[in-house]
Antibody, heavy 121, light 107 residues
């Protein structure tokens, strides 16, 4: 069974770059159709889609974040990464990676447990 | 972006009750509508995809329906483990967007 696990610093200073990794186990990123998205959720609030990458490295981003976001995939390590630049307190949230693809690239059937990121000096 | 609005924002119901949550979109979604359940401190869980298809392993008391701009999630016979927040999500037009959530509480 495919599992996802997010990792990265829990505290990032304002104006710096947030960097997270999502490790995929139980299946290969490069096998078949693979899509993985990053989604975030501020405490007590709703879900916001950040962007998506497929096994070829093709990406799609939320226009609201596109100027600051980079998502990439490393098939040799079976992981994907998220970089969000010029962060502010508004970027404080739980960040999830989630797999799409079986029922559509954005129907997320497997999620990581999430990693909490706080932006503060 | 397509706006999706859920109603109600919260509800209280008793175990065994029938619960319906509505998701309305600013334009037609052509059934590209998914439903998720989220419990506190946990990641969301896919319940329903393509408006009415039950995700594997999800109890049959959950059902989805609707078309066009209006979609409904129904829980027939609420169980203690169903108390959670539910989100709809449209994937018809990028970027995919979520409703604001409906919190289902114990009455």
């Amino acid at each position: 069974q495919v599992q996802l696990q997010e990792s990265g610093p829990g505290l990032v200073k304002p104006s710096q770059t947030l960097s997270l990794t999502c490790s995929v186990s139980g299946g290969s990123i490069s096998g078949g159709s693979f899509y993985c998205s990053w989604i975030r959720q501020p405490a007590g609030k709703g879900l916001e889609w950040i962007g998506r990458v497929d096994a070829t490295g093709r990406t799609n981003y939320n226009p609201s974040l596109e100027s600051r976001v980079t998502i990439s995939v490393d098939t040799s390590k079976n992981e994907l990464s998220l970089r969000l630049s010029s962060v502010t307190a508004a970027d404080t949230a739980v960040y999830y990676c989630a797999r799409g693809g079986v029922w559509g690239p954005d129907a997320f059937d497997i999620w990581g447990q999430g990693t909490e990121v706080t932006v503060s000096s | 972006d397509i706006q999706v609005t859920q109603s109600p924002s919260s509800l209280s119901a008793s175990v065994g009750a029938r619960v319906t949550i509505t998701c309305r979109a600013s334009q037609t979604l052509s059934r590209y509508l998914n439903w998720y359940q989220q419990k506190p401190g946990k990641a969301p869980k896919l319940l329903i995809y393509a408006a009415s298809s039950l995700q594997s392993g999800v109890p049959s008391r959950f059902s989805g329906g609707g078309s066009g701009t209006e979609y409904i999630l129904t829980i027939s016979g609420l169980q203690p483990e169903d108390f959670a927040t539910y989100y709809c999500q449209q994937t018809y037009i990028a970027p995919p967007t979520f409703g604001q959530g409906t919190r289902v509480e114990i009455k």
